[in-house]
Structure formats: structure tokens, C-alpha cells
């Protein structure tokens, strides 16, 4: 994509670059990359956008499953595409929070200010990634005790006008019902974290991105109110994708 020069501009893109939590495939960095031949005035990108989404949850066999690779230090900070079976939703009322989003194409002045600090390549280059850069924090009111194992990850993804897509549990039905080609992805704790009636959950999940390479971070915070103070019972460790991130 970053190499191709056809001898006209292209009026429709079509990308099949979507993954599980929607960007976790580069497609930000790749459709950035080939933005640059698409027809200014009036060129359209399919998908136009696309949203990640999250939950936490309680997957006991999933958790021993990964806890079982002593070879591979790196198995409890990857995010693994899995097909959810026996696991259960954690939090009630919201139970899916909405990370962060990507549009395409993107204004032209973002991708000049990339190009001019990564050296004319989009994208790469010290901080020439920066704008696909994500945060998110995001609390869950859990009504039951239980223990959090993970998180499971979904998406939305608008592809044109009215025609969309999704993953996420409470909205796949009527956006795109019985669709089977993602299943969700899995960010996985080293150390699971047991959670009291009542509780609420802190999440916070970072999208991270270096000259090179794209990866996640991720930790998870139990609190109960007493009194009116919102107290801490335990947080997990920061967990973090970067040695198995992909490659720009």
C-alpha cells in the first residue's frame, strides 16, 4: 500500500483490514498509508469508521489455559482471538464500554504532519504514529461477587451511510445478525482479581505506538464505597502487548 502509485486517483477504497478489537490488525496505520491515492474531493473509504469495546470477565478455563504455557513468558500479556464460550459477563447495566474510534480518510493535515516526522513515510518515524495513538478509562458497577480473568474486546464499524457491523453482545443483533467472522478478543491478567458484591471495576487499556510497532497496555482497579469514600481493594499489574506488537 505505502508503494503502490496507480497513474489515477482511486474514487472508492475497500479494506478488509478490520480485527476483533477493530484496529488491532494496523488498519489505521495501513489504510494511512494508501490514503494518499484516494480522490480528494469526494473519494470514499470503506470502512468510514470503526470503534473498540470492551468488558470484563470472568473466564476460568481460558485463564488456566493460558496459565498452562510455562514455555512462553509473554502468554498473560497477549491478546488472544478467541471463540467465548464459558465464561460470564462481570458488570450489569453498561456492561460494554466504548474505547476509542478511527475515521477514514483523515484530514490531510494530519497525515502532512506525519509524513514531515517520519521522514515522507507515513506513519513511521518517531512520532510519525502519534495521531493513532488511543486511552480509555472506563468503570463497571459489578452487582456479584466473582473473579475477573480478563477482558473480552468487540467492534463497531461503520462501512457506509446506514451499513454497519458489530461484534459487541447487546448490539450484533441488529446491526449485523448471525455474522460469525470475528470472534472476540481476549486480553488476559497474569493474576485474576476477586471482586465482592457491589464492587467497581477501573479499567484502563492504552492503544500504544513507538517508530515501529503497535501494542496494548492494560490494568484493572476493584473499589467499594463506604460511607460515601470510594475505597481500593486491589488493582492488577500493568499488563503490556509490546514485545509481541505488531510491526508497522
Avoid at 94 to 101: D, G, K, N, T
Avoid at 142 to 164: I, K, M, Q
Wanted: glycine share 8%.
Amino acid at each position: 500500500m505505502r508503494s503502490w502509485n496507480p497513474p489515477f486517483a482511486v474514487d472508492i477504497l475497500i479494506s478488509e483490514l478490520l480485527g476483533s478489537f477493530g484496529d488491532n490488525e494496523l488498519s489505521p496505520e495501513c489504510l494511512d498509508g494508501v490514503q494518499r491515492v484516494l480522490n480528494p474531493s469526494g473519494g470514499i473509504s470503506i470502512p468510514v469508521s470503526y470503534s473498540a469495546h470492551f468488558t470484563p470477565i470472568m473466564a476460568p478455563r481460558i485463564h488456566a489455559d493460558i496459565s498452562s504455557r510455562k514455555n512462553d513468558s509473554e502468554a498473560a500479556e497477549t491478546p488472544y482471538v478467541v471463540m467465548l464460550q464459558s465464561f460470564e459477563m462481570l458488570a450489569e447495566q453498561e456492561y460494554v464500554h466504548r474505547a476509542w474510534e478511527f475515521t477514514h480518510p483523515l484530514p490531510p493535515n494530519v497525515l502532512s504532519d506525519s509524513a514531515a516526522l517520519s521522514g515522507g513515510l507515513i506513519g513511521l518515524g518517531d512520532g510519525g504514529n502519534d495521531h493513532n495513538a488511543r486511552r480509555c478509562k472506563a468503570t463497571f458497577k459489578v452487582p456479584r461477587r466473582g473473579v475477573v480473568h480478563g477482558l473480552a474486546g468487540y467492534f463497531e464499524s461503520v462501512l457506509y451511510g446506514d451499513v454497519e457491523l458489530s461484534t459487541r453482545p447487546d448490539t450484533i443483533d441488529m446491526k449485523s445478525k448471525d455474522m460469525i467472522s470475528w470472534f472476540p478478543i481476549f486480553f488476559p491478567l497474569k493474576t485474576p482479581l476477586h471482586v465482592p458484591d457491589n464492587c467497581e471495576l477501573d479499567v484502563c487499556i492504552w492503544r500504544q505506538t513507538s517508530e515501529r510497532k503497535v501494542w496494548y497496555e492494560w490494568v484493572v482497579e476493584a473499589f467499594v464505597r463506604n460511607g460515601g469514600r470510594r475505597c481500593c481493594l486491589g488493582a492488577t499489574d500493568l499488563h503490556s502487548s509490546k514485545k509481541n506488537g505488531c510491526l508497522m
